[in-house]
């Protein structure tokens, strides 16, 4: 019986090669897409998930009122961690934890190392095991360090790691360590990144810091005992923060801030580990989100969902060329169930090769793909259990529905009416239509999501951050030699060049630049009775003008000498609350504070998701410069550059040249948007040329269903305008309910997502009608080509073929 | 007694007014009658024949076969009972296109589950039988249309029925053809197979050894 089945089944399928063709292509298609984009989304899921403690460990964060409402943070002082252990109950474990770049140091070699310092606990905390040296507590000697595998490869080469004594640029200063394990490895799918680990207590700030509850600059991660809930472990850490931050809530309360819902000013809260890669801090408590992840897949389910429907309706159109022999079979005795079977059986069969297809493009286009959306993943996940497991329930649930609701609609006929070869048509055609509304729907969503992407990023790409984003060119000072230092020889190095116009250096960058960093720092103090917060930078006198921002008030740095003095911006000069900021002095550092020489005109300095902050800048020789920022001419901006890259390998020879132009760092700061708008294009892409697959399959057999019809009408007079018109116009009908339903639900989704913008574009009408005509047009063409050539055939030639 | 029909009408409701198709019609069929059924068309004689082969329902009466009473049966029980002892002929011969001759012979036989071996010797009795071993490889497209009423034959056969229900088995064939149809029904039913056949030619239900003569679903 079932080789009967399955004989049938395939000269169905070859005897209409078009359609099955249709279907496997349009099917791999979609398999193939959504196995890649599945693989992403759970690549990021699976995010710091390795850890065998991981269920048990925690990253500290506190949640505290200030007047400006609540804020959270995870940066914690030095003495906190120590503290914590011993004043509430229930620390198995606790490591604090700073990333930092590094120089590292080995003979003729200086590599910038992703360098991190942690406590003693951090390797038995967590996972990353100790492939050679010293297994056990490897960073309880401070004079040692780990390092992992790639990191012995860069350092060593094939000489043996362990033993070996290397120096880290540690305050300036070389400082010799010596190599005491090697772990394997961080896995991409870690939120921990380093190549060396090192102790704590060797960091640059830590001799300034030491007991200093003010100063927050590291996180903390804590391991409580089995058993210990995060809830009753906060519970007990009410008394802690009562003792050790009594200061600044009794300041907070003074200056007007609201407790919180349990009358509290500030609270320590934990956050589980495998929500570290999830979470945020910006709107003033731990919002974690995993909406991308489930967007990816999301568009990878609309992707199958389409091709599902459009093998559905291919399926039930044909099944009117099949009427008779499911009448034949049912008055030769097959039972509804023996029906079901067969046609499901042969749905199963497209399934499978398509699926088998899908599998194989996907593994051509992987790399592809990880190039295209900046994902790690790798084919060995699909060889993974629970990728199998998925594969095949995917499959399953596909065939059971797709496969399964024809086959159901086929085995159910009456046999009279399937042997007079018709089908009551109403009911059929309406699930039909609304399958088509549903798809189109989707296009329409994926393409107003994709035009309102892009035109955040055009946006965001294009604003005027306040700042010579196009002339500016900025570089880490990643040398061993001091930041003051290093300036002034550039600034000698590169004053006969006429193209490079002023140089001038700060200790952060703009943007991201190619160093891949991006932090903020931030200070706090009193001003007249209240808590002031500010952001803080260290420039270079000649800041402002190499940056072309502008003046509000007062004057700009003049010189070296200016250092008693700071600038402040426009944002920073309303906090103040201050009639004449010029005359305002600030308290902090010195005992006479400083003076306020002058008020910058506010400019974007954060991502555009944010509203312009406080922000305060410093000069000083004693302050570090990290990043030097070089004006150049807009004529010849190629050899400029060059001229600085070769200038930087003068001055330091062993480091690394990083340098690139503003508007590239900005470019790198919405990396993720960008990656997001090019899988939603080619989401929508995919979507829309399956939803075509779809379209011309369903106009082939509509068409081919009304040969007679168009026949006759031609002979009675009807011109090839009007049969087009007639034919094409319930396929546009139901893309225009499509866009009815689908553009609210566009708009809500978009609307949702900009919110996160503090700039952002204006979500007009116009997104949505483009995107509703663009499908139209889509439609269109593919019913169209179809349409006019049957209407232009020989009417005599149409009605011979009935 | 093969089949027994007690008052049976069918109707259908058409707006908001009863149409029948069949008002009460009262059959015998003795086993090894040849019944022609006749009538002017839509007099409902293929309404009639559907019912008897248990594809179509009926609104009231009763239907025994075998002493069975169908009108009570559940559709499987039904399925079963024709599945078993009765054969269809159409009138557009209804082989499916995508199986060979001997595949669409087969077909009946698999679906009541006859072993392999079986059902060839069965397939290859029948294509003996009609004359056809030549044609088995061949698909229903290339075969003339007595051949493939042939064919139609053979397969309604092959489950060796009680009974064969004949919708115009010669409606689409030339005369010629149709003598030869009608040749081997009268010798399947010296053979004692029970058949009913409508036909609008007076010529061909002759062959029958009792006439019915419908009109608008009234036996007259
Ligand atoms: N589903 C239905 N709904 C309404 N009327 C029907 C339906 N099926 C059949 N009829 C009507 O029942 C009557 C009998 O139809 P039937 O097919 O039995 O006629 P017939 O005697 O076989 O005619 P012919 O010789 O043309 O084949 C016809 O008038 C037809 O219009
Ligand atoms: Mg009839």
Same mark, same amino acid.
């Given at each position: 019986?079932?080789?009967?089945? +399955?004989?049938?089944?395939?000269?169905?399928?070859?005897?209409?090669?078009? /359609?099955?063709?249709?279907?496997?292509?349009?099917?791999?298609?979609?398999?193939?897409?959504?196995?890649?984009?599945?693989?992403?989304?759970? /690549?990021?899921?699976?995010?710091?998930?390795?850890?065998?403690?991981?269920?048990?460990?925690?990253?500290?964060?506190?949640?505290?009122?200030?007047?400006?409402?609540?804020?959270?943070?995870?940066? #914690?002082?030095?003495?906190?961690?120590?503290?914590?252990?011993?004043?509430?109950?229930?620390?198995?474990? !606790?490591?604090?934890?700073?990333?930092?770049?590094?120089?590292? !140091?080995?003979?003729?070699?200086?590599?910038?190392?992703?360098?991190?310092?942690?406590?003693?606990?951090?390797?038995?905390?967590?996972?990353?095991?100790?492939?050679?040296?010293?297994?056990?507590?490897?960073?309880?000697?401070?004079?040692?360090?780990?390092?992992?595998?790639?990191?012995?490869?860069?350092?060593?080469?094939?000489?043996?790691?362990?033993? #070996?004594?290397?120096?880290?640029?540690?305050?300036?200063?070389?400082?010799?360590?010596?190599?005491?394990?090697?772990?394997?490895?961080?896995?991409?799918?870690?939120?921990?990144?380093?190549?060396?680990?090192?102790?704590?207590?060797?960091?640059?700030?830590?001799?300034?810091?030491?007991?200093?509850?003010?100063?927050?600059?590291?996180?903390?991660?804590?391991?409580?005992?089995?058993?210990?809930?995060?809830?009753?472990?906060?519970?007990?850490?009410?008394?802690?923060?009562?003792?050790?931050?009594?200061?600044?809530?009794?300041?907070?309360?003074?200056?007007?801030?609201?407790?919180?819902?349990?009358?509290?000013?500030?609270?320590?809260?934990?956050?589980?580990?495998?929500?570290?890669? /999830?979470?945020?801090?910006?709107?003033?408590?731990?919002?974690?989100?995993?909406?991308?992840?489930?967007?990816?897949?999301?568009?990878?389910? +609309?992707?199958?969902?389409?091709?599902?429907?459009?093998?559905?309706?291919?399926?039930?159109?044909?099944?009117?060329?099949?009427?008779?022999?499911?009448?034949?079979?049912?008055?030769?005795?097959?039972?509804?169930?023996?029906?079901?079977? #067969?046609?499901?059986?042969?749905?199963?069969?497209?399934?499978?090769?398509?699926?088998?297809?899908?599998?194989?493009?996907?593994?051509?286009?992987?790399?592809?793909?990880?190039?295209?959306?900046?994902?790690?993943?790798?084919?060995?996940?699909?060889?993974?259990?629970?990728?199998?497991?998925?594969?095949?329930?995917?499959? %399953?649930?596909?065939?059971?529905?797709?496969?399964?609701?024809?086959?159901?609609?086929?085995?159910?006929?009456?046999?009279?009416?399937?042997?007079?070869?018709?089908?009551?048509?109403?009911?059929?055609?309406?699930?039909?239509?609304?399958?088509?509304?549903?798809?189109?729907?989707?296009?329409?969503?994926?393409?107003?999501?994709?035009?309102?992407?892009?035109?955040?990023?055009? /946006?965001?790409?294009?604003?005027?951050?306040?700042?010579?984003?196009?002339?500016?060119?900025?570089?880490?000072?990643?040398?061993?030699?001091?930041?003051?230092?290093?300036?002034?020889?550039?600034?000698?190095?590169?004053?006969?060049?006429?193209?490079? %116009?002023?140089?001038?250096?700060?200790?952060?960058?703009?943007?991201?630049?190619?160093?891949?960093?991006?932090?903020?720092?931030?200070?706090?103090?009193?001003?007249?009775?209240?808590?002031?917060?500010?952001?803080?930078?260290?420039?270079?006198?000649?800041?402002?003008?190499?940056?072309?921002?502008?003046?509000?008030?007062?004057?700009?740095?003049?010189?070296?000498?200016?250092?008693?003095?700071?600038?402040?911006?426009?944002?920073?000069?309303?906090? %103040?609350?201050?009639?004449?900021?010029?005359?305002?002095?600030?308290?902090?550092?010195?005992?006479?504070?400083?003076?306020?020489?002058?008020?910058?005109?506010?400019?974007?300095?954060?991502?555009?998701?944010?509203?312009?902050?406080?922000?305060?800048?410093?000069?000083?020789?004693?302050?570090?410069?990290?990043?030097?920022?070089?004006?150049?001419?807009?004529?010849?901006?190629?050899?400029?550059?060059?001229?600085?890259?070769?200038?930087?390998?003068?001055?330091?020879?062993?480091?690394?040249?990083?340098?690139?132009?503003?508007?590239?760092?900005?470019?790198?700061?919405?990396?993720?948007?960008?990656?997001?708008?090019?899988?939603?294009?080619?989401?929508?892409? !995919?979507?829309?040329?399956?939803?075509?697959?779809?379209?011309?399959?369903?106009?082939?057999?509509?068409?081919?269903?009304?040969?007679?019809?168009?026949?006759?009408?031609?002979?009675?007079?009807?011109?090839?305008?009007?049969?087009?018109?007639?034919?094409?116009?319930?396929?546009?009908?139901?893309?225009?309910?499509?866009?009815?339903?689908?553009?609210?639900?566009?708009?809500?989704?978009?609307?949702?997502?900009?919110?996160?913008?503090?700039?952002?574009?204006?979500?007009?009408?116009?997104?949505?009608?483009?995107?509703?005509?663009?499908?139209?047009?889509?439609? +269109?063409?593919?019913?169209?080509?179809?349409?006019?050539?049957?209407?232009?055939?020989?009417?005599?030639?149409?009605?011979?073929?009935? | 007694?093969?089949?027994?029909?007690?008052?049976?009408?069918?109707?259908?409701?058409?707006?908001?007014?009863?149409?029948?198709?069949?008002?009460?019609?009262?059959?015998?069929?003795?086993?090894?009658?040849?019944?022609?059924?006749?009538?002017?068309?839509?007099?409902?004689?293929?309404?009639?024949?559907?019912?008897?082969?248990?594809?179509?329902?009926?609104?009231?009466?009763?239907?025994?076969?075998?002493?069975?009473?169908?009108?009570?049966?559940?559709?499987?029980?039904?399925?079963?009972?024709?599945? &078993?002892?009765?054969?269809?002929?159409?009138?557009?011969?209804?082989?499916?296109?995508?199986?060979?001759?001997?595949?669409?012979?087969?077909?009946?036989?698999?679906?009541?589950?006859?072993?392999?071996?079986?059902?060839?010797?069965?397939?290859?009795?029948?294509?003996? @039988?009609?004359?056809?071993?030549?044609?088995?490889?061949?698909?229903?497209? &290339?075969?003339?249309?007595?051949? &493939?009423?042939?064919?139609?034959?053979?397969?309604?056969?092959?489950?060796?029925?009680?009974?064969?229900?004949?919708?115009?088995?010669?409606?689409?064939?030339?005369?010629?053809?149709?003598?030869?149809?009608?040749?081997?029904?009268?010798?399947?039913?010296?053979?004692?197979?029970?058949?009913?056949?409508?036909?609008?030619?007076?010529?061909?239900?002759?062959?029958?050894?009792?006439?019915?003569?419908?009109?608008?679903? @009234?036996?007259?």
């Amino acid at each position: 019986m079932l080789k009967n089945y +399955l004989k049938i089944g395939w000269r169905n399928l070859m005897k209409d090669k078009t /359609f099955t063709l249709l279907n496997v292509i349009g099917l791999s298609i979609a398999f193939g897409a959504a196995i890649l984009l599945a693989m992403s989304a759970f /690549f990021d899921m699976s995010y710091d998930k390795f850890h065998a403690n991981g269920d048990q460990i925690y990253q500290v964060y506190d949640v505290a009122q200030t007047p400006r409402g609540q804020e959270a943070g995870t940066s #914690q002082p030095e003495p906190f961690a120590e503290a914590l252990r011993t004043e509430v109950p229930g620390v198995e474990k !606790i490591t604090r934890y700073l990333q930092d770049g590094g120089l590292v !140091i080995y003979g003729e070699k200086e590599i910038d190392l992703n360098t991190v310092w942690v406590d003693a606990d951090f390797f038995s905390m967590f996972t990353f095991p100790v492939l050679k040296g010293n297994e056990h507590d490897p960073l309880q000697d401070q004079a040692s360090v780990v390092i992992t595998e790639s990191a012995a490869n860069k350092l060593f080469g094939n000489e043996e790691a362990i033993g #070996q004594t290397i120096n880290i640029m540690i305050n300036g200063k070389e400082e010799p360590f010596t190599v005491g394990s090697v772990v394997g490895n961080v896995p991409p799918q870690s939120s921990l990144e380093f190549e060396v680990a090192v102790r704590f207590e060797k960091n640059a700030e830590y001799a300034d810091t030491k007991g200093v509850w003010d100063s927050q600059y590291h996180g903390v991660y804590v391991q409580l005992p089995s058993g210990v809930s995060a809830e009753r472990f906060e519970k007990n850490a009410r008394s802690f923060t009562e003792l050790h931050y009594k200061e600044s809530m009794e300041a907070a309360k003074r200056d007007g801030a609201m407790p919180d819902a349990d009358g509290l000013y500030r609270q320590l809260k934990l956050l589980p580990l495998k929500d570290l890669h /999830f979470t945020g801090y910006r709107k003033g408590y731990a919002e974690v989100s995993r909406s991308v992840p489930y967007l990816i897949l999301g568009v990878a389910f +609309l992707i199958l969902f389409i091709a599902c429907v459009n093998f559905v309706n291919m399926s039930i159109a044909k099944s009117a060329q099949r009427l008779r022999e499911i009448g034949m079979r049912k008055t030769l005795g097959a039972q509804k169930g023996q029906l079901f079977f #067969q046609f499901w059986s042969e749905s199963l069969f497209v399934f499978l090769s398509s699926m088998g297809i899908g599998v194989l493009l996907s593994i051509l286009l992987i790399d592809d793909f990880k190039s295209m959306f900046r994902t790690r993943i790798s084919l060995d996940m699909l060889a993974e259990p629970w990728a199998v497991f998925m594969l095949l329930a995917t499959i %399953l649930t596909i065939t059971l529905t797709a496969g399964g609701y024809p086959a159901l609609l086929f085995s159910r006929l009456g046999t009279i009416q399937s042997l007079k070869g018709k089908l009551e048509a109403s009911g059929n055609n309406l699930v039909r239509n609304a399958l088509m509304v549903v798809q189109f729907g989707i296009a329409i969503l994926l393409i107003s999501g994709t035009l309102v992407l892009w035109g955040q990023v055009q /946006f965001m790409r294009n604003k005027d951050l306040g700042y010579n984003k196009e002339q500016v060119i900025s570089f880490p000072l990643n040398g061993k030699k001091n930041g003051h230092e290093v300036l002034r020889l550039l600034k000698d190095e590169l004053n006969g060049n006429p193209d490079i %116009l002023e140089v001038s250096a700060s200790d952060n960058n703009l943007g991201r630049g190619k160093d891949g960093s991006q932090w903020s720092s931030a200070i706090g103090f009193e001003h007249k009775g209240r808590n002031i917060r500010t952001n803080a930078l260290t420039v270079d006198y000649n800041y402002i003008s190499t940056l072309g921002l502008q003046m509000a008030q007062g004057r700009d740095f003049k010189s070296e000498a200016d250092s008693l003095g700071v600038l402040i911006n426009e944002a920073m000069a309303r906090q %103040l609350e201050e009639k004449d900021p010029l005359s305002a002095r600030l308290e902090v550092g010195s005992e006479t504070g400083l003076a306020i020489l002058g008020v910058v005109k506010d400019y974007n300095f954060q991502g555009l998701d944010r509203a312009i902050e406080p922000i305060t800048f410093f000069m000083g020789e004693d302050m570090e410069l990290r990043y030097a920022y070089v004006k150049v001419a807009p004529e010849n901006m190629a050899s400029s550059f060059d001229a600085i890259e070769q200038t930087w390998k003068k001055l330091e020879p062993n480091a690394e040249f990083l340098g690139s132009f503003l508007d590239e760092n900005v470019d790198r700061t919405f990396q993720r948007e960008k990656t997001m708008a090019t899988m939603i294009t080619s989401g929508s892409i !995919i979507a829309i040329a399956l939803s075509c697959i779809g379209l011309f399959a369903m106009s082939l057999l509509i068409v081919a269903q009304r040969t007679k019809e168009i026949g006759v009408r031609k002979v009675l007079g009807a011109s090839v305008a009007s049969i087009t018109v007639l034919l094409t116009k319930d396929f546009l009908k139901l893309v225009l309910i499509a866009f009815l339903i689908a553009s609210p639900i566009a708009w809500w989704f978009s609307d949702q997502w900009l919110q996160n913008y503090t700039y952002k574009i204006d979500l007009g009408v116009w997104f949505f009608v483009a995107a509703g005509l663009l499908a139209m047009v889509i439609a +269109l063409l593919t019913v169209g080509t179809r349409t006019v050539s049957a209407a232009a055939q020989n009417p005599v030639k149409s009605l011979r073929t009935e | 007694m093969l089949l027994q029909l007690n008052n049976i009408f069918k109707w259908v409701q058409q707006g908001g007014q009863r149409v029948f198709l069949l008002k009460d019609i009262n059959l015998e069929v003795e086993e090894g009658e040849f019944i022609s059924v006749m009538g002017p068309s839509g007099s409902g004689k293929s309404t009639l024949l559907n019912v008897i082969g248990m594809l179509d329902t009926f609104d009231e009466g009763e239907y025994n076969f075998l002493d069975e009473p169908v009108h009570q049966l559940k559709e499987k029980h039904r399925s079963n009972l024709y599945k &078993q002892y009765i054969g269809f002929v159409f009138q557009a011969y209804h082989l499916i296109d995508e199986l060979t001759v001997y595949e669409n012979l087969e077909m009946p036989l698999l679906y009541k589950k006859i072993s392999g071996s079986e059902r060839k010797a069965m397939v290859a009795d029948m294509l003996d @039988r009609f004359n056809i071993v030549g044609k088995k490889d061949l698909f229903p497209t &290339q075969l003339s249309g007595g051949q &493939q009423q042939l064919v139609g034959v053979a397969r309604a056969l092959i489950t060796k029925p009680k009974l064969i229900l004949a919708d115009e088995p010669t409606g689409n064939l030339n005369s010629k053809q149709g003598e030869d149809i009608m040749e081997l029904f009268k010798q399947l039913n010296d053979e004692g197979v029970t058949i009913i056949q409508v036909t609008h030619s007076e010529k061909n239900a002759e062959y029958g050894k009792r006439i019915i003569n419908l009109l608008d679903g @009234r036996m007259v």
